[in-house]
């Protein structure tokens, strides 16, 4: 095999293999038979497309034999076949949306080798893994055009994903028409302002927002356009909470008088939808619509971070809970979805919602979309519940992508390319039948930070190829290179088509490693090694700045400046990363519990890796940690003199990112017996904001343990009251 042979279809089928012979690429292409829906992709690569009898065809749809077993399954529904030969295009598959898929693997293979003018023969066969391979994006907190979405639609369908989730109310917004409420649209679709910047800032545009929304007639629009491209659209209806847009339209909704307005920060808000039967006419009579709209079989209901506080001061929710022997306000969250679930069912379709849905009992024939860790999925599977899989660590394609300080602001996070491409949807706890209830895996646009459809594409692009491979369940992360380098030479269509793609995999990547009891700093890119000049003294790097060659010692607090050249011209960001050393810098450390998924970049090595964690950017530098201690060892190696410690903690509490309670520390020669030498309470780190500094007096140990205790269950009053509290650490610094 030749090895241009490699083929750079994203995602990769499931089988290739390469004959002899060429298919020379025509200048007119001759489909057989009559005019296909799917023509239109093929138009685009020959305007002169015609038709003809099968013998002078260069392209053939063909069916497989029929299959002795119904075609239950989603995956065979979406089998397909390709035959490449001197004589032409052969494409095979038991359904219109194989046809569709195949299609667009062809599509793939002309742009690889139309400059050549000539294909190699080839066989492939393929089929998706999972049956659910979505994307979902967030309308609410910004709004896009129809024509935007049809877009992204479009991009769903070049990468082979099969369902749209679209989040159309939330605190911000309520975004579809419902004939029988008009004021959802005329007072829930607009907002007084938006919050701007970095949330810690908690400043304002001042500028209203809206009124933006979709008439039904434009929701049937799209609805219509996806299931033309073979797309299902499941709808998302937020409830019980995140519910605001809808209470500043019908205050009378809530467990309050109010009054209410749409939410101008971002964050988990208190007033949610009561539960009592005004509440439930409304929402049935919404879903009435909004089933009518959308044919999918499943209806998103949301559930997620629907905080109790309300539910706990209501004398109706309290006396529902009496009533139907329920536990507590977590049992009421449970007979308000089951009761909705019900009424769905009714009508002959099922829901799904986030992970929260679990609490107190899941609803009979719901399904889970696991967000807040793979936990709420495995739990589903055991108990015989279809779980879509969406962790946020892996598929929140709203975090930074490459190194914050060179990235436009995002929620926070960090989730590069391969690190999308490094996700397994299926867990390791499931065995082989609890397995088959992962119906697949879905990535999440939230656009609290995105302002404009130009960032939604930098946002999806490229790591919604990398979900598409894991979707397809052709991705393997030891081919991770192989991968990159397919991604690049699609990077030609994306610009063809005028997307602005995000280009992080050509940025300097720093890594700091253990180096001789310190640290050095790791400098990669996805192109050669080579290219990249560096400096340690804070300035610029340029073509005669030093070449990288092995990883950089860091023996001092300096600046290390780098960026990527070829060919005498600098080809990436400038990227820059400061270090502040102290003696615990690069030495063993140990947690006795570890960090959130999503804010565990790096372990417990983040905490004494040199770099101090900015507090707009929680990527890649902090860790965060929720409902738990950080109770963290460092080993010098031997018994050092010192006398200070610092860290830092954060308090974004519309985040529900709460300051520590309180910190101790202590050392020891053994590792055993440990000795308070230093202890801070709540008051002295609320007046320090966060950034702690402690004289701990003249101290010689081998071991230092610091104990930073969580502020435990947010209390009434706050966003997120009864939820458990985050708490994110940066370095632990010592001298």
């Known amino acids: ?115 050549g003018g000539k294909i190699p023969a080839m066989k492939i066969e393929d089929q998706p893994k999972f049956a659910w391979r979505g994307m979902h994006l967030d309308v609410c907190r910004h709004f896009f055009t129809v024509d935007e979405v049809k877009q992204y639609i479009d991009y769903l369908a070049m990468y082979k994903l099969n369902t749209f989730h679209w989040h159309l109310t939330d605190d911000q917004g309520w975004r579809i028409e419902i004939k029988k409420y008009p004021k959802l649209t005329q ?23 809206g009124p933006y929304f979709y008439t039904q007639e434009q929701i049937k629009e799209v609805v219509k356009y996806a299931k033309e491209r073979h797309i299902t659209v499941v709808p998302e209806i937020e409830m019980p909470g995140h519910a605001l847009a809808a209470l500043s339209a019908y205050p009378e909704l809530a467990c309050t008088k109010g009054p209410f307005e749409s939410a101008t920060k971002w964050g988990v808000f208190d007033d949610v939808f009561c539960p009592k039967d005004e509440t439930f006419k409304f929402l049935e009579n919404v879903l009435d619509e909004v089933i009518q709209l959308f044919p999918s079989q499943y209806i998103h209901i949301g559930g997620d971070e629907c905080p109790k506080t309300r539910w706990k001061e209501c004398a109706h929710c309290q006396e529902l809970i009496k009533k139907n022997n329920l536990k507590d306000e977590h049992g009421l969250q449970s007979y308000f979805i089951h009761r ?100 697949g895996v879905q990535a999440n646009l939230w656009t609290e930070y995105i302002l404009d459809f130009k960032q939604v594409q930098y946002m999806i692009f490229p790591r919604l190829m990398a979900l598409s491979e894991v979707g397809w369940g052709t991705s393997d992360p030891k081919n991770y290179k192989d991968f990159e380098n397919r991604v690049i030479s699609h990077f030609k269509i994306l610009n063809k088509m005028n997307v602005n793609y995000a280009k992080s995999i050509y940025n300097i990547t720093g890594k700091v490693i253990p180096l001789n009891n310190g640290i050095a700093y790791e400098l990669y890119t996805s192109q050669n ?123 974004n509490k519309g985040s529900w990112i709460h300051l520590a309670k309180s910190a101790k520390i202590f050392v020891s020669d053994d590792n055993k017996d440990f000795k308070i030498i230093k202890e801070i309470g709540k008051e002295d780190i609320q007046n320090a904001k966060g950034k702690i500094q402690l004289k701990l007096g003249k101290q010689n140990a081998r071991y230092m343990k610091i104990m930073i205790e969580n502020a435990g269950i947010i209390p009434a009053g706050n966003p997120g009251a009864d939820s458990k509290a985050w708490l994110f650490v940066d370095e632990i610094g010592v001298n």
Request: net charge negative; charged share 20%.
């Open 1 to 115: 095999m030749l090895a241009q042979n490699k083929l750079n279809v994203i995602p990769y089928p499931q089988k290739v293999e390469f004959l002899k012979g060429e298919f020379i690429i025509p200048e007119t292409l001759i489909l057989e038979g009559k005019p296909l829906k799917e023509d239109e992709y093929l138009k685009k690569h020959f305007p002169k497309l015609t038709y003809g009898k099968k013998d002078e065809s260069h392209l053939i749809f063909g069916l497989f034999p029929p299959s002795i077993v119904p075609l239950a399954e989603e995956q065979e529904k979406e089998k397909y076949a390709v035959e490449i030969s001197p004589t032409g295009i052969f494409i095979q598959s038991y359904t219109a949306q194989g046809r569709f898929l195949a299609l667009q693997t062809v599509l793939q293979i002309i742009e690889q080798y139309k400059n």
């Open 187 to 209: 007072i829930g679709s607009k907002r007084k302002e938006s919050m701007i910047g970095a949330y810690v800032d908690n400043t304002f545009d001042g500028k209203p927002y």
């Open 340 to 439: 909705i679930e019900k009424y769905i069912n009714s009508k002959g379709r099922k829901i799904i919602g986030w992970d929260e849905i679990l609490e107190g009992g899941l609803a009979p024939n719901a399904a889970v979309m696991s967000w807040t860790g793979v936990n709420g999925g495995i739990e589903a599977a055991k108990a015989k519940h279809f779980a879509v899989m969406t962790p946020g660590a892996y598929c929140y394609f709203d975090h930074y992508q490459g190194d914050p300080q060179s990235e436009p602001n995002a929620f926070g996070g960090f989730t590069p390319l391969d690190k999308v491409y490094s996700y397994n949807p299926i867990p390791a706890e499931l065995n082989a039948e609890q397995a088959q209830y992962i119906l």
């Open 529 to 651: 090694s080579n290219g990249i000049r560096y400096t340690l003294d804070g300035t610029v790097p340029t073509i005669n700045s030093k070449t990288y060659q092995t990883p950089v010692s860091i023996p001092s607090s300096l600046t290390v400046k780098s960026a990527y050249f070829e060919d005498g011209q600098l080809k990436s960001a400038i990227s820059s990363q400061d270090f502040t050393i102290s003696k615990s810098t690069g030495k063993k450390i140990t947690l006795e519990q570890q960090p959130s998924e999503n804010y565990s970049f790096g372990g417990a090595f983040t905490l004494i890796d040199g770099i101090i964690g900015n507090v707009k950017q929680l990527g890649k530098t902090w860790l965060g940690f929720q409902g738990k201690d950080v109770v963290a060892t460092i080993d010098f190696g031997q018994k050092t003199d010192f006398s200070e410690i610092y860290f830092n903690t954060l308090e």
